[in-house]
């Protein structure tokens, strides 16, 4: 369900509530300079010296065709992102998009997280009692 329900929220184009961060958040966006999406087949999608966004990456792929939700599963599980320092050395070594996004949906009344390729669903009551608690 939650799959699928990204994939649905990435077709609709509802880019800004999912955000590529890397698998450590730092090193990401503090120690790199160079920033690289390749596709399964290893060619290159993105090469900036600034962080690629959601956004971009799906901007990307659509030059390309028609997002599908096959197509959209498989750039988020098989492109990978990587990064580079000022010298050149590889900072963040390639791993699959899924696996560095971190997003909030909200479908039918429940609001879902996705933090390094697991998603989180939190019971209303909890929220709640988080929100009392701060």
């Known amino acids: 369900m939650t799959e699928e329900l990204i994939r649905k929220h ?9 955000a590529i961060v890397g698998d450590e958040y730092e090193k990401y966006y503090y120690n790199s300079s160079r920033f690289v999406v390749r596709t399964n087949d290893n ?8 962080p690629i966004s959601t956004r971009a990456v799906f901007n ?6 028609k997002l599908s939700i096959g197509k959209t ?3 988020l599980k098989k492109a990978t992102i990587s990064t580079y320092d000022v010298r050149g050395n590889e900072s963040l070594y390639p ?11 909200d479908y039918n009344g429940r609001t879902y ?4 390729g697991t998603w989180y ?14």
Not at 96 to 105: M, R
């Open 10 to 18: 990435l077709i609709e184009k509802n880019y800004d509530s999912i």
């Open 43 to 50: 060619s290159e999608l993105l090469d900036q010296n600034y």
């Open 60 to 65: 990307a792929i659509e030059k390309n065709g």
């Open 73 to 75: 599963r498989d750039i």
């Open 95 to 105: 791993v699959p998009i899924y696996k560095v996004i971190q997003g909030v949906i």
């Open 113 to 116: 997280y996705i933090f390094g």
């Open 121 to 134: 669903a939190f019971n209303t009551k909890y929220i709640q009692s988080l929100g009392k608690n701060v």
